[in-house]
């Protein structure tokens, strides 16, 4: 069985009197695909704030790439990526100066840095354009060059928050390519999004009503739970407030 890399127990923020996330208790295993699902106020953006050292909880407890997330944040930011629907890139640096900004930011060394930009280019079929500014990219170069970036150290996990808002559905199938493939290394992925179709590539999904765990399983047990013939009726249901007992 692969290792726990992520464990939460009761873990809850309040901001005075409102619960943002309440009582949250959920393990993602190595190189699992997890997906993080909810309405819009679910508790979905704390919850991995929390997760990526970013916000102090109000209590409970949680480990991210075997770091303690009240002690070790630094560690934790260290030891992960994060891609968010904007990409977390600058349009007005070039492909390559994108590169080598963000390698510095996870503290690789110049030698390697380099190393990897020539790597990273050539595998993305990027080299052409390695001078351009980013801003001139199709938008489905910019994801895929996003999601590399985030894994250029090599990080236990990486969280993607809505990493496919707005691209068209051939764009999103080929970034779950790379999910997959990068899922098949042993990168363990912890994903957002609102597109029904994509829980469905999910190992696992963690529904979020109003900031509590509401379900957590596989995408079929949930459906053969609910009688749903997909994700989008299981989300309704939920989202409804016709939770099963």
Same mark, same amino acid.
């Given at each position: ?13 309040? =901001?005075?009197? =409102? ?14 695909? +997890? ?32 770091? &303690? ?61 390695? &001078? ?14 996003? +999601? ?98």
């Amino acid at each position: 069985m692969s290792e726990t890399v992520i464990h939460t127990e009761k873990l809850s923020k309040r =901001f005075g009197d =409102f619960v943002a996330v309440d009582a949250l208790s959920f393990s993602v295993r190595g190189g699992e695909i +997890f997906g993080f699902l909810g309405a819009n106020g679910a508790g979905k953006t704390t919850a991995i704030r929390m997760l990526t050292g970013l916000l102090a909880p109000t209590s409970g407890s949680a480990t991210v790439a075997g770091f &303690d997330l009240y002690t070790s944040s630094e560690q934790i930011k260290r030891n992960i990526g994060y891609m968010s629907q904007r990409f977390s890139l600058y349009d007005d640096l070039t492909v390559r100066e994108n590169i080598r900004f963000f390698a510095g930011i996870y503290g690789l060394s110049g030698k390697v840095i380099k190393e990897k930009t020539s790597s990273l280019l050539e595998t993305l079929g990027l080299v052409e354009v390695a &001078d351009a500014r980013l801003a001139s990219l199709p938008l489905g170069w910019k994801q895929k060059l996003a +999601f590399s970036v985030a894994i250029l150290h090599e990080p236990k996990i990486v969280f993607l928050d809505e990493p496919t808002g707005g691209v068209d559905p051939v764009t999103r199938r080929r970034f779950w390519d790379m999910i997959y493939e990068a899922s098949e290394r042993g990168l363990t992925i912890f994903v957002t999004t609102h597109y029904m179709d994509e829980a469905e590539y999910c190992d696992r999904l963690c529904i979020m009503v109003n900031g509590r765990a509401a379900v957590l399983d596989t995408p079929e047990a949930m459906k053969r739970h609910y009688g749903a013939e997909s994700m989008n009726e299981v989300f309704l249901h939920l989202a409804r407030g016709k939770q099963a007992e």
